[in-house]
């Protein structure tokens, strides 16, 4: 048949299916995001209304907002759908960039389709085209290359039948998963071509599940059963598999403790006896207790980020380290045996082998009792002071009024490690393992929860409609940007936003002053400011502004009602925000290390005794295992 690239382009995205974590089938594209301008209004934009019954397009409000929504939603499906967001040339593409960079360093599957400047270069300089004088091929497009798991420039309209299966393979790959880059030449979007019909037959992506080596699966086996204090980590490769009941059967069988990375938070139910909490510096030192006595960690789906592994200080330096992962890059790292598997088949297979072998008893027993521990602290901080509230506090009543079908959300400043550390996953009888947060850690993009939840929020109104999805978030990530409070509140995908207003940016305050830095552009009174007194957002009118149902909260203990209120909003289609003020300086402490760059040479004391710690714990810090 006779297409434009551009309508050859969207007939295929249209027809592309996928089968979710519940055997269910569904289009692996749902949602197009889109601003329109000369680089992609009339081919690509034409192209899109003609399928707009098939392939929704959501108007967005920020380049980057819209494509972290679509992000948002790849996450809320667990890499089962992708969301598109398409923009034009030169200052709205690279608005897309950090985007691609949160999809990118998370494993995540994002389509992005900037415009580009004229492949036949005869109006050349056109508007928004940056003229590079040495390479007249390069365009601003080619910085996604560094962020893109796969860029292709099309050229030529033909070239789409080589380059779609290339798509379709990364998006749907579970280990080379992530965002992949089409620069559309604005010329080429409108050039016609005779394309196969056979490009355009329906086709369902199904997860790829490959199974470990045999002989590396035995290696794996023989060095669980030499020991006695194994420690089971989980990570996101987990969720995406669907791998936590087959993770938990293997933890129960042989009595093994187990603990959750930050993108495997809310796999295991809080009160599994086998528990010990979240692992590193933004978990639990219930977790970190059991870390540091191990004598093997097997990590399943994760990369073993410095917050999971405190910089690599959490273990013994004799620890043995056995990974599952299905991408064989992050399986080897620091020396690991390792098992490139699917985590739902590699565990399975390993579990087979394990038949009658079980850890210490004692060590069973610790995960119960230093999660105890922790769940006391918790307790201590969430309790009412009759002051300021708490991060800790604020979390505490989110947690207590969400239900099993939520999900909640935050990306950056001091909220990931109260969310990570301090909530209690809410499990329900029909779904017990299904994950239920998504904390944005691997690129920490402040911006990400409002526009995440856009995505999420979209997403599970279709899988679990009876369902709120909340994200929390400081005045910092509000002011960076909240563009796409518009978007969602305009379309009608109604979500919780919980704004936490400590006045300024308070957990890169406590780094800066903690290690010995003075207070410096971080809080307000420490900026730098021509007024005697500088101004303040006001954010409850700002958010109602934007079409936003408003809630706002002068102390902990409206806090539930106003936040219930918003979840009713949430569930009629409107954004709902509530703004509390919170303590900038109290914070839940999992008592683990973190490397920072502390400079060597400085006139302060305070720097000078931060860089001795540094000096002095670094010889802790693990930079290879042995075998």
């Known amino acids: 048949m006779k297409l434009t690239t551009a309508q050859a382009l969207v007939r295929w995205l249209s027809v592309q299916r996928t089968e979710l974590l519940d055997g269910t089938e569904a289009p692996l594209f749902p949602a197009v995001f889109a ?17 707009a019954d098939r392939l929704p397009v959501w108007r967005g409000h920020n380049e980057q907002g819209m494509a972290l929504a679509a992000v948002g939603l790849a996450k809320a499906t667990h890499r089962r759908q992708v969301g598109v967001a398409t923009s034009s040339i030169g200052p709205g593409a690279l608005n897309m960039v950090t985007a691609a960079g949160v999809a990118h360093a998370n494993r995540l599957p994002l389509l992005l389709l900037p415009g580009d400047t004229f492949a036949n270069r005869a109006p050349d300089p056109v508007l928004q ?56 030449p604005q010329d080429v979007q409108a050039e016609a071509y005779d394309f196969p019909d056979a490009l355009f037959e329906p086709r369902v992506h199904r997860l790829l599940r490959p199974r470990p080596d045999l002989r590396r699966l035995a290696d794996a086996a023989e060095a669980v059963r030499r020991s006695s204090r194994l420690l089971l980590v989980l990570g996101g490769g987990v969720r995406c598999s669907g791998a936590t009941r087959p993770a938990l059967e293997l933890a129960e069988r042989h009595g093994i403790p187990v603990t959750e990375t930050t993108a495997g938070r809310t796999l295991v139910p809080h009160d599994h006896p086998l528990h010990a909490g979240p692992l590193g510096i933004t978990g639990s030192f219930s977790a970190n207790a059991l870390a540091a006595e191990a004598d093997l960690v097997l990590a399943v789906g994760t990369r073993l980020q410095d917050f999971t592994t405190a910089s690599w200080s959490l273990f013994a330096p004799d620890l043995r380290l056995v990974t599952i992962n299905t991408a064989g890059f992050d ?34 027993g610790r995960a119960s009792a230093e999660r105890a521990r ?21 979390v505490g ?53 409002l526009a995440g939840a856009w995505g999420a929020a979209m997403a599970r109104a279709v899988t679990h409609p009876d369902g709120v999805v909340t994200t929390l978030l400081g005045d910092g990530s509000y002011l960076m940007l909240n563009s796409e409070l518009f978007s969602a509140a305009f379309a009608g995908h109604g979500f919780v936003a919980v704004v936490c207003d400590n006045d300024g940016y308070a957990v890169i305050d406590r780094l800066q002053r903690g290690q010995g830095g003075a207070a410096f552009n971080n809080m307000y009174a420490d900026c730098r400011s021509t007024l005697a007194q500088p101004p303040r957002v006001d954010f409850a009118a700002h958010a109602a502004a934007l079409g936003c149902a408003v809630l706002p909260v002068h102390d902990l203990d409206a806090l539930p009602a ?13 954004p709902a925000v509530v703004v509390i003020g919170t303590r900038p300086a109290s914070w839940t402490e999992a008592g683990a290390w973190w490397e920072v760059g502390v400079p060597e040479v400085s006139d302060r004391p305070g720097i000078a005794d931060a860089r001795r710690a540094l000096d002095e714990a670094k010889p802790r810090q693990i930079r290879y295992l042995p075998s």
């Not at 565990?347 to 072998?357: H, I, V």
């Not at 922790?374 to 201590?380: E, L, N, P």
């Not at 219930?564 to 009629?572: F, Q, S, T």
Request: proline residues 6%; negative net charge; contains cysteine.
């Open 397 to 449: 009543a989110v947690n207590d009024a969400s239900g099993p079908h939520d999900y909640v959300m935050t990306a950056s400043g001091g909220l990931p490690g109260e969310l990570i550390g301090g909530w209690r996953t809410v499990s329900a009888p029909d779904a017990p393992t299904e994950p239920t947060m998504d904390v944005e850690y691997g690129f920490s993009c402040m911006g990400y929860e």
């Open 129 to 184: 085209q940056v003229e590079h004088f040495g390479d007249p091929t390069a365009t601003v497009n080619d910085a996604f290359r560094a962020v893109s798991r796969y860029f292709d420039r099309i050229a030529r309209a033909e070239q789409l039948i080589a380059t779609l299966p290339q798509v379709a393979r990364v998006l749907t790959d579970p280990a080379d998963c992530g965002p992949v880059t089409l620069a559309l």
């Open 35 to 51: 601003i329109f301008g000369h680089g992609n209004v009339l081919g690509l934009g034409t192209a899109l209304a003609e399928h």
């Open 562 to 574: 106003a936040y219930g209120k918003a979840r009713e909003h949430a569930r009629a289609g409107r």
């Open 331 to 364: 399986a080897v790292k620091h020396g690991a045996l390792a098992v490139v598997a699917d985590a739902a088949e590699g565990l399975t297979e390993l579990d087979a082998l394990l038949e009658g072998w079980r850890v210490a008893p004692e060590w069973t």
């Open 374 to 394: 922790w769940d006391a602290y918790i307790d201590g901080l969430r309790k009412p002071d009759g002051g300021t509230p708490t991060y800790a506090q604020v």
